[in-house]
Nanobody, 119 residues
Framework: QVQLVESGGGLVQPGESLRLSCAASATTFSTYTMAWYRQAPRRQRELVAFIASEGTTNYAESVKGRFAISRDNTKNTVWLQMNSLKPEDTAAYYC?????????????WGQGTQVTVSS
């Protein structure tokens, strides 16, 4: 069973930066599509960014130009660099992994890490 452990959340002021990390316990991490989602109170969970196994990335419009997702397959780790943070970025951030299996895909979620942007 794949386990994902996030870290790096915290309280920052608007305009500051944070870097989230997600470490995966997986032997085939390089084949996974990794993603970051977030969920603010009373809102649905939304995709923030993903990075495919070959390195292709995609971002939500609200974070383009400010956030960057990256991965190191030798460390089984994915990061989310968040710059120019805004109060509306406040949410619980979740790491997600997807991998192909016969007939569909497998999926795992981390426990979440809180990011609060406030002055």
């Amino acid at each position: 069973q794949v386990q994902l452990v996030e870290s790096g959340g915290g309280l920052v002021q608007p305009g500051e930066s944070l870097r989230l990390s997600c470490a995966a316990s997986a032997t085939t991490f390089s084949t996974y599509t990794m993603a970051w989602y977030r969920q603010a109170p009373r809102r649905q969970r939304e995709l923030v960014a993903f990075i495919a196994s070959e390195g292709t990335t995609n971002y939500a419009e609200s974070v383009k130009g400010r956030f960057a997702i990256s991965r190191d397959n030798t460390k089984n780790t994915v990061w989310l660099q968040m710059n120019s943070l805004k109060p509306e970025d406040t949410a619980a951030y979740y790491c997600n992994a997807k991998w192909p299996v016969i007939g569909g895909f497998g999926e795992a979620w981390g426990q979440g890490t809180q990011v609060t942007v406030s002055s």
